[in-house]
């Protein structure tokens, strides 16, 4: 057949394919793509180029468990240590430790009413007024679990028992003639306060097996008929009320409530606070969602919904939700099962309201027009799930959102996903997806706080993405195309040495090389290199310096290959402070004859 040319463009580039054979991914993804993303801060996404770097920014030597942040205050959480660190963003010497006997575990923290709180498995803790407390020696609140009682009993049940207090009240009418009061609890610890007519008086004698109080001279008759004048403070510690609370691991805020989770006594249990009152805890404020054996991942808060997320069971009673419902004893929020059966295998979040989480298999997302009707899955990551579900210890994954996208850290990776390009897939609309590797520091913690990406290690390093390194080491960023057979499997093909043109971006210190390599072989072999730099002198290596002042430019690369079938081009760039950026590329090549065995 006669010779003719074909030329491939590479632009509008969108994300990794670790999904398909690399000669079956679109010319506009990547089937081996590394520490590259898109900024949109910067090109409006128009541009795949370097992921910034990161840099040591503390040291606190043990396991990095939670970062914090509030008031102006940053709080580490480092193995069993929990500082303020007063020197953030550089000296870590100069902190206060602020308690020495946490949790060794991911800690998850909510800010509520101007206050901190914070839970650990072991701890529930506040900080506010530059002091840090256990809730349930914060003064919680004791509440009057009777009123309107009789010297013998009776009245009318008034607040429940509050799990984090070990005091209750119980008020009376007074007959003024009865010395015997009985409480509403027997087994009781102590008497602690008793009030006659707001006086406190102290001619009494206590009965605690039967939660009795003598009085030497009856108390008299209320002032006002019907008003109780009478008021027994008493202490009944129950065990395990408190740490029904003290063992989640979970916090969010819901409907001026915080809710509370992940105790492994109680693995299908969500506890809830009064409303407005983080410090009161009903012992009656609790739901079960689902069967005890399976536990509960996550909760999520969207569109005025708590989403609760369980790990996969027998039974696939996996999503369950909760809203505000109004009844005679006030706001409740009864458990309803969704009716999607897929279980949640890591962790969940909000990603610009739409509600994912991480199943066995990958991303999933729940679509649903209205909480009424039915919830349908989506699947989200269709392109990565290869990689990502057989990441070691993806159990433990980790996300947060960051400047439009979400971070889902594992195995001392981040995957990317990215709202902004989406694409229907099977199972619904999916997201395009990028991957960043940090194994050299094992990253394990992950945290986003007003644009600022903040990253924990194993051994206690604390490092904030910016710059154009990874504490001193280099960025190893690339971009490979598919495995291109320009349309015809069945032909030959030879380069057009003169038809190699990429559009790249003007990076101060950048510097972009060009590699190949085709079915003929499996090795990689570079083309050329070249500058990127742009004319700014902030951070500038004037051995790579080019006076040219666009944010993009031109470079023309040569590639002679003959009778191959399928040819792939690398951009990347692997030295040290030198970033790449390219917008598209070009590639030109002659059509041979047919491929022969």
């Not at 993804?29 to 990161?54: F, H, M």
């Not at 990215?418 to 992950?446: A, C, H, T």
């Not at 093909?493 to 038809?499: E, F, I, Q, S, W």
């Not at 499996?522 to 051995?543: H, Q």
Request: glycine share 8%; with cysteine.
């Amino acid at each position: 057949m006669a010779t003719s040319t074909i030329k491939r463009t590479y632009n509008n580039f969108k994300g990794v394919d670790f999904a398909n054979e690399q000669s079956l991914v679109d010319i506009t993804r990547s089937p081996d793509a590394l520490n590259v993303w898109k900024n949109y801060s910067d090109t409006q996404g128009s541009c795949i180029e370097t992921r910034p770097g990161y840099v040591q920014i503390g040291n606190f030597e043990n396991n990095i468990n939670g970062i914090y942040f509030y008031n102006n205050k940053t709080f580490i959480h480092a193995g069993t240590n929990l500082y303020l660190w007063n020197g953030f963003p550089g000296n870590s010497e100069d902190k206060t430790l602020l308690k020495n006997d946490m949790n060794n575990k991911k800690s998850s923290f909510v800010i509520f009413d101007d206050k901190l709180y914070i839970l650990d498995g072991k701890n529930y803790l506040t900080y506010y007024n530059n002091e840090l407390k256990k809730v349930s020696e914060d003064n919680p609140i004791i509440p009057i679990t009777t009123i309107g009682r009789s010297p013998l009993g009776g009245g009318e049940l008034y607040q429940d028992v509050n799990v984090l207090q070990t005091l209750r009240k119980n008020t009376f009418l007074a007959d003024g003639k009865s010395t015997d009061f009985y409480l509403d609890s027997q087994n009781i610890d102590e008497i602690t306060e008793v009030k006659i007519n707001d006086n406190i008086i102290t001619d009494y004698t206590t009965d605690k097996l039967l939660g009795k109080v003598k009085f030497n001279i009856a108390p008299v008759e209320p002032n006002l008929a019907g008003i109780d004048n009478v008021e027994i403070t008493f202490r009944k510690t129950i065990n395990g009320y408190a740490d029904r609370i003290n063992k989640c691991t979970k916090i969010v805020s819901f409907d001026r409530r915080l809710f509370f989770t992940g105790n492994p006594d109680y693995p299908n249990a969500i506890f809830h606070s009064k409303i407005n009152e983080p410090s009161y805890i009903s012992d009656l404020a609790y739901y079960q969602d689902g069967s005890n054996e399976s536990e509960i991942k996550a909760m999520v808060v969207g569109n005025n919904i708590l989403w609760v997320f369980k790990e996969p069971n027998q039974q696939n009673e996996t999503i369950f939700y909760h809203t505000a419902s109004l009844e005679e004893e006030g706001k409740v929020y009864p458990s309803y099962q969704g009716n999607v059966s897929t279980g949640c295998y890591a962790d969940a979040i909000n990603y610009k309201d739409d509600i994912v989480f991480l199943s066995r298999n990958g991303l999933e997302g729940i679509s649903s027009n209205d909480i009424n009707s039915k919830q349908l899955l989506s699947h989200r990551s269709s392109l990565v799930d290869n990689k990502l579900t057989n990441e070691n210890n993806f159990n433990n994954a980790m996300m947060v959102e960051w400047l439009g996208y979400l971070l889902i850290l594992v195995n001392h990776k981040i995957y990317l996903a990215d709202m902004r390009q989406m694409f229907s897939g099977i199972l619904g609309y999916e997201y395009e997806w990028y991957l960043w590797d940090l194994e050299k520091d094992k990253i394990n913690y992950i945290k986003e706080y007003k644009g600022s990406l903040y990253i924990g290690s194993q051994n206690g390093l604390i490092f904030c993405f910016q710059g154009t390194n990874d504490n001193g080491s280099a960025i190893n960023s690339y971009w490979t195309t598919p495995m291109d057979n320009f349309g015809y499997s069945n032909l030959n093909k030879t380069t057009n040495k003169r038809g190699g043109l990429a559009k790249i971006k003007t990076i101060p210190n950048g510097e972009i090389k060009v590699a190949e390599k085709t079915n003929k072989k499996e090795e990689i072999k570079e083309i050329a290199k070249y500058s990127a730099t742009g004319f700014d002198f902030d951070n500038i290596d004037f051995s790579n310096f080019s006076f040219e002042t666009k944010n993009n430019s031109y470079i023309v690369y040569k590639i002679k290959e003959k009778k191959f079938v399928e040819i792939s081009l690398k951009f990347y760039s692997n030295e040290l402070d030198k970033p790449f950026g390219i917008y598209g590329a070009i590639l030109e090549a002659f059509i041979g004859g047919y491929v022969k065995k």
